[in-house]
């Protein structure tokens, strides 16, 4: 394999290096790749979402309620705490649901102070479909590396992430 051609990093690192030669760049260079790899990669995974109709947060909720199992029903709380959002930001994504019929609310059995929010079978099929093509499109981002980078780059991630999310 050749050297790898110049990047918008790179550019970088070497006006810091011109002006700052005394500082250790390597962890801007990765951090900052990273950062542009989501800014890259976002699109393109948000494409998948909105060729089915759905924004980002409306295909987490659906997410978030299919994995949890049968009865593909959770409550709202829940929901917000997995995807980490507010209840307010959790209450707008749940009435966009709603309107468009691919998911219901309704007063928990056990607690009729409760709410719990459940899939409706459009819902169901909506998520079957849109996850599909979400792993098949992030599968597709990620071809240009080996089976062993992919690996190698999951492991790296997991150790950073670890790491990262303990000193927060």
Do not use: C, Y
């Not at 989501?38 to 948000?46: D, N, R, S």
């Not at 607690?111 to 792993?135: P, S, Y």
């Amino acid at each position: 394999m050749g050297e790898a051609r110049k990047d918008p990093v790179d550019v970088i690192a070497e006006q810091w290096r011109r002006e700052r030669p005394d500082l250790d760049l390597e962890a801007m260079a990765i951090l900052g790749r990273l950062g542009r790899l989501m800014t890259v990669a976002m699109p393109q995974i948000e494409a998948v979402f909105t060729a089915h109709g759905l924004q980002r947060g409306e295909f987490d909720v659906l997410a978030a309620l299919r994995r949890s199992g049968e009865p593909f029903e959770l409550n709202p709380s829940v929901i917000a705490d997995t995807l980490m959002l507010s209840r307010a930001g959790m209450t707008g994504r749940l009435d966009r649901l709603e309107s468009a019929g691919l998911v219901r609310r309704s007063a928990d059995a056990a607690d009729r102070r409760a709410i719990r929010v459940a899939l409706t079978e459009a819902g169901r099929e909506l998520i079957d479909k849109v996850v599909g093509a979400h792993v098949e499109n992030e599968t597709r981002l990620l071809a240009v590396l080996s089976a062993q980078d992919r690996g190698e780059l999951d492991r790296i991630a997991r150790v950073l992430l670890e790491s990262l999310e303990a000193e927060s």
